[in-house]
């Protein structure tokens, strides 16, 4: 008989809150309406049994599947090098990661409130250490926030309609907007984790456009040298923006041990942010 699960997000907070001692407090970093979004998601009628649901079918059959079908990130010394270095200055213990042949993305985290692990793709593998970290940042920054059982679910969103056809599409509709929110909350900590604003422009420029590796490069090097950029889409613009205006807070200062004086606290980050996903 199938095990029962119901799923409590501020439960799966409380359990999941780093317990290192970071150079910064994470979640101070999430952005407010990642976070006011998320819980309203819990106020979606049925919303423990659709994600009951959901995981429940996802642990015993896709979950199963990605093991078996993936290998530990040890069997490639350098990734697991810079994951556990990750792990570590985030204030994380050192998670399981896989490497996923079959994975497209380059990271992502898969659990279902128990248990959470990461699946690493073959192509990202090869990427330089400084656009691992912030890969790795952004994976760590999704389960410190609470974004992994519904990030799960997206990609397994097929089994929450059977018997709740309704009730799943809201619900759909719902992670889907949410998703633009909670995105920003994943690049601030892949920036910690990487104190890099250009691997940040090339994962996000590569994860979203086909473009070759040299028409990225040739944008980030017209970005640092003040040019008029091309970043192809309009949500690529707004979350490098986003990230710039992160760059100036005093946590991020913090975090790379730069002076403090004339940043910005994270509420002045978040109002100027708000306008900016409005429009995306």
Request: hydrophobic share 40%.
């Amino acid at each position: 008989m199938a095990e029962k699960m119901t799923f409590d997000f501020q439960t799966y907070i409380a359990a999941h809150r780093p317990t290192g001692a970071p150079r910064v407090v994470l979640q101070n970093y999430a952005f407010i309406e990642d976070m006011k979004h998320i819980r309203d998601l819990s106020k979606i009628p049925l919303l423990p049994q659709m994600m009951e649901k959901g995981l429940q079918a996802w642990r015993y059959t896709e979950k199963r599947r990605l093991q078996r079908n993936s290998r530990d990130i040890s069997l490639e010394p350098r990734s697991a090098r810079v994951w556990q270095e990750v792990c570590l200055s985030l204030g994380e213990p050192i998670h399981e990661a896989r490497l996923m042949p079959e994975q497209k993305l380059f990271f992502e985290p898969y659990g279902d409130g128990k248990e959470t692990f990461f699946g690493l793709s073959l192509a990202a593998s090869q990427l330089p250490v400084t656009s691992l970290r912030f890969i790795f940042g952004q994976g760590i920054g999704a389960l410190a926030n609470g974004h992994v059982p519904y990030l799960t679910l997206m990609r397994f969103v097929d089994h929450l309609t059977r018997g709740f056809s309704e009730w799943a599409t809201e619900f759909a509709d719902a992670l889907l907007h949410w998703q633009r929110y909670a995105v920003i909350t994943r690049d601030r900590a892949g920036l910690l984790a990487s104190h890099d604003m250009s691997a940040a422009i090339f994962i996000i420029m590569r994860s979203l456009l086909d473009w070759s590796d040299d028409e990225i490069m040739l944008e980030i090097r017209r970005y640092h040298s003040g040019q008029e950029t091309d970043f192809g889409e309009k949500e690529i613009r707004t979350r490098i923006h986003a990230l710039q205006i992160f760059e100036k807070s005093t946590l991020y200062a913090e975090s790379c041990g730069y002076p403090t004086t004339g940043t910005l606290s994270m509420s002045e980050v978040d109002e100027a942010v708000i306008p900016l996903i409005a429009r995306f």
